[in-house]
């Protein structure tokens, strides 16, 4: 099957596959999820926002009335700020000491989670003559960052009593928001670090998403939305992300033909096969091929073959009229990231923050 031309290029990137971002149901999600929670919102935007991109989200989300955003680095809380958020941004996660100074001239929140980054940064206050803005992280359970429950009185009166801080918050993090017997055991643990501290005016939190959909009393002065925000794992959210490429080449082949490295797929019959320029460099898993199908043309249709490096196989043998240069989704309402997740038996999460950024975001509106 020859090609003599191609039709006019429709988007502003320079590749024929991409990912599309509906902001319009970013909006209608965080409604949603303002109307079930009814208390203060921190929009977690770790790694690019989850594959979404925080630079383009963050403001939006601003301006829905997100009141403090969560960031994993340093560098994350910068691309923020530059992007033109001017609420509270919180490093959740282990901030180097020698990037105190640039959180601070950024106004970037600073986690502590050991005794000793008070002393580093009483001493860095110090060579500032100014407070820096703190959040302090208790362990309950996850055993992974943050100061022991059973210390914590002791390292909070520490930092009230020292006049280099500014602490906004205090937060611990569920292990299994979905073990509500475990996660009613660290929020008593929480809860008693906290004890003889309840006249204090500051944020405490602990709900991730899960948490804060089904469990009110966790929901505290503050909650913690990542992948709801996104859409995904909550059927009555909308998922904002599909992953769409286009046609690139089609052929015939016979039946008892392969396709793709290690000739994993035979035709049964004689097939047609649509090559789409989105690979496993992309992040679409390699242990996804031969599992997996697409939306074309109101149709489904397999993918084929080994996943290569930058492309894939389709089977169209029966869509009509296929034309180099159509487009076929491989993530939408119908093939869901959370259908890839059962395939591999992993989390949404990791599959979209897999999703690489040579794949261009374009972003749309219903």
Not at 69 to 91: C, M, Q, Y
Request: net charge positive; aromatic share 8%.
């Amino acid at each position: 099957m020859t090609v003599t031309h191609r039709t006019q290029f429709q988007t502003s990137t320079q590749r024929d596959s991409w990912i599309e971002i509906n902001l319009s149901a970013l909006e209608r999600n965080y409604k949603k999820l303002n109307d079930i929670v009814k208390t203060n919102i921190m929009a977690v935007v770790k790694a690019d926002a989850y594959g979404h991109g925080a630079s383009t989200l963050g403001p939006i989300l601003q301006s829905l009335g997100v009141k403090s955003f969560g960031v994993a680095t340093v560098d994350e809380g910068i691309v923020l700020r530059n992007s033109g958020v001017k609420v509270p941004i919180v490093i959740l996660g282990a901030t180097p000491f020698w990037a105190y100074e640039i959180c601070y001239k950024n106004n970037l929140t600073i986690t502590i989670y050991s005794e000793e980054q008070i002393s580093q940064l009483e001493a860095l206050s110090k060579q500032l003559n100014s407070k820096i803005s703190v959040q302090l992280k208790i362990d309950t359970g996850m055993n992974r960052l943050g100061v022991d429950y059973k210390n914590a009185e002791k390292i909070l009166q520490e930092i009230l009593q020292s006049r280099c801080f500014n602490l906004e918050g205090i937060f611990t993090h569920l292990a299994d928001a979905r073990n509500y017997k475990f996660s009613i055991i660290q929020k008593e643990r929480f809860d008693k670090s906290l004890e003889n501290f309840k006249d204090l005016n500051i944020s405490k939190h602990i709900a991730n998403s899960y948490a804060a959909i089904n469990h009110s009393d966790f929901r505290y002065d503050l909650v913690r939305l990542g992948v709801a925000i996104y859409g995904q794992e909550f059927n009555f959210l909308e998922p904002l992300l599909s992953v769409k490429g286009r046609i690139t080449e089609i052929h015939k082949i016979e039946a008892g033909e392969s396709v793709s490295y290690d000739r994993t797929w035979m035709a049964d019959k004689n097939s047609v096969i649509a090559t789409v320029p989105i690979g496993y460099a992309d992040g679409v898993d390699r242990k996804l091929s031969n599992k997996i199908a697409a939306s074309y043309n109101n149709h489904q249709t397999k993918q084929v073959g080994i996943i290569t490096m930058d492309q894939m196989m389709f089977d169209i043998s029966e869509i009509p009229n296929p034309r180099v240069n159509d487009v076929i989704s491989l993530i939408d309402k119908k093939n869901t990231i959370d259908l890839w997740a059962k395939i591999l038996n992993t989390i949404t999460y990791e599959l979209v923050c897999r999703l690489k950024l040579r794949l261009p975001r374009v972003y749309t509106r219903d």
